[in-house]
């Protein structure tokens, strides 16, 4: 793919959610698939979070709003490390294998953890003090993931990376974050309001395929988002990077 595929100029929020999605649709059963493996904790999470919704012991339209902080936890910074490999194989019009996703994720798979657990702590410490400076933080912090692994970053180095990436372009990434965040609070709560007459396991069931989607679809876009900014940035070549990447799964 040239850069022809790329904005020009500057960041556009339709044009990273259109081409997210078009990247989506070149193997979204390979997206998708990987990202389920990343969802697992989130099914039982959802299951007990329904129970006690249910049960009187919460809230399940407060549970409903905080489902996509608490996916963009571990779960999420798996999922984007999963697809990466695979955003970058379609980039370059090549094949993607689930497998060799999953074998640059899990070669991170520490820092990884490290990474989502200090993000999750900036995004909730700034929406803590009010809910504008948590999604600066998000948007700052929304492409570290890819940061890490393609530039081999540590957790804290990579998001200082994502914050410089993402200067001068943090409106434009804050509605990028927005928008993913409504699809999956809009069509979740219509998701749980349908399967929750059938029961948790329905509902935890059902919870966990759409976020497992609308998770891949995130992945992506996350993904896709960082390739514009390093475009925009200059000197960036997805063909490049891609055979760096191939050199060092091939080691």
Do not use: C
């Amino acid at each position: 793919m040239t850069s022809a595929a790329f904005a020009g100029g500057d960041l556009q929020v339709g044009h990273i959610l259109n081409r997210g999605y078009a990247v989506f649709l070149k193997h979204p059963v390979q997206f998708v698939a990987v990202t389920a493996i990343a969802m697992l904790p989130f099914l039982v999470l959802f299951g007990d979070m329904y129970g006690k919704a249910r049960g009187g012991q919460g809230h399940a339209p407060m549970a409903w709003f905080f489902l996509p902080y608490m996916y963009s936890l571990l779960p999420a910074v798996v999922a984007q490390a999963f697809v990466l490999y695979g955003a970058f194989h379609v980039a370059r019009d090549k094949p993607v294998h689930a497998g060799d996703s999953l074998r640059i994720a899990w070669e991170h798979f520490i820092a990884l953890i490290v990474l989502a657990v200090f993000q999750a702590l900036a995004i909730g410490v700034g929406t803590v003090i009010f809910i504008i400076p948590g999604l600066f933080v998000a948007a700052m912090l929304f492409v570290s993931v890819p940061a890490l692994i393609v530039e081999q970053l540590g957790p804290f180095t990579a998001m200082f990376r994502s914050a410089h990436l993402t200067t001068g372009h943090r409106w434009k990434t804050v509605g990028i974050f927005l928008a993913l965040t409504v699809i999956g609070v809009v069509v979740g709560g219509v998701v749980e309001l349908i399967l929750g007459f059938g029961g948790r396991v329905l509902a935890a069931i059902g919870a966990w395929v759409w976020y497992s989607i609308w998770g891949a679809y995130y992945a992506v876009v996350v993904n896709v988002t960082y390739q514009e900014l390093r475009q925009l940035e200059g000197g960036f070549d997805v063909e490049q990077v891609g055979s760096e990447l191939d050199a060092h799964l091939a080691a």
